[in-house]
């Protein structure tokens, strides 16, 4: 572990924006929502700050828990005014189960059956594309659940599907681990790591991919080099914080995010480690927004 990665033992420092973070830390792990943009626009000094980081000549790698391809979010920020040349590459979630789909390298994928039952937010199938797995309509038809969206906002709404599932022993893939995600409106919308959750704790086996996870951050240290140097920067404790905690690196939880609500204004280490204390993660830094 880095001296930088001082939070997973240490009090929490507040900061105004990145610019104290330059002298120590080369490569940059940036959430999508809730640190760059909310789904629809850039979040205040978001794109400023990356123009900073790439100004400096730092690696900029964005994650995200989506549950589609990584093309799906380059459009995204192409729409956005986020220009490709500001960041490095980015990784999703969807992406990495559409690789393990697609190439498996353990038992769990190595031995799925061929047809899913599918939770999705749209249409969109990319995830799936191309790996010559089938989609089926029930659960009695499947061999697994892929669990890559949320088109009910009721987890009850799930638990006929769920239960069959348990009772036939199907595994589930998790595409998107997080459990609720900021809309524009600032209201919290459940996510496919809701459903995911409720199924485990329910006895079901589930293969959860992105964030906080060990593989997403080995692919990283595989883009960047190394993550010697590296900070995690994310609005979720859960998700962006716990996983630089479990990687070792240093970490900068946006408070503007997930937990906008709940740590208390002005941000103070106190209040920060109030909250990050009740999920059981440990931010080295925080700022109210990710600016420069």
């Known amino acids: ?29 940036l959430d999508q929502w809730g640190v760059i943009h909310d789904g629809v626009n ?10 900073r980081l790439h100004a400096e000549g730092k690696t900029v790698i964005i994650l995200s ?7 799906e979010s380059h459009g995204r920020m192409e729409k ?22 697609t190439n498996p390298t353990d038992g769990f994928y190595a031995n799925l059956g061929r047809r899913f039952l599918m939770f999705a937010w749209d249409p969109d199938r990319g995830v799936v594309k191309g790996t010559g797995f089938e989609e089926v309509d029930t659960v009695g038809e499947a061999d697994f659940i892929l669990c890559a969206g949320t088109d009910q906002q009721d987890l009850s709404a799930y638990d006929d599907d769920l239960q069959a599932a348990l009772t036939r022993n199907l595994p589930m893939i998790c595409a998107n681990p997080d459990r609720v995600s900021v809309q524009p409106d600032g209201s919290l919308k459940i996510c496919p790591g809701a459903v995911a959750e409720k199924y485990e704790s329910m006895g079901g086996q589930v293969r959860w991919h992105g964030k906080p996870t060990e593989e997403v951050y080995r692919i990283c240290g595989e883009i960047a080099g190394s993550l010697d140097r590296a900070i995690g920067v994310g609005d979720s404790l859960i998700h962006d914080i716990k996983g630089a905690n479990d990687a070792g690196i240093a970490s900068l939880l946006i408070c503007g995010g997930i937990h906008g609500e709940e740590i208390e204004r002005p941000v103070t280490a106190l209040s920060v480690a109030r909250v990050a204390d009740r999920y059981g993660a440990a931010p080295t830094y925080a700022s109210a927004l990710f600016k420069p």
């Open 80 to 101: 956005l005014g986020v220009s490709r040349n500001l960041y490095q590459e980015i990784v999703t979630s969807g992406e990495l189960v559409h690789r393990n789909l």
């Open 65 to 71: 828990n989506s549950g589609k391809r990584a093309s």
């Open 1 to 29: 572990m880095t001296d930088q990665a001082k939070a997973v033992t240490g009090a929490v420092t507040i900061l105004d924006g990145i610019a104290p973070l330059m002298a120590d830390f080369d490569t940059f792990l």
């Open 42 to 51: 850039l979040h205040p000094g978001a794109l400023e700050a990356m123009e």
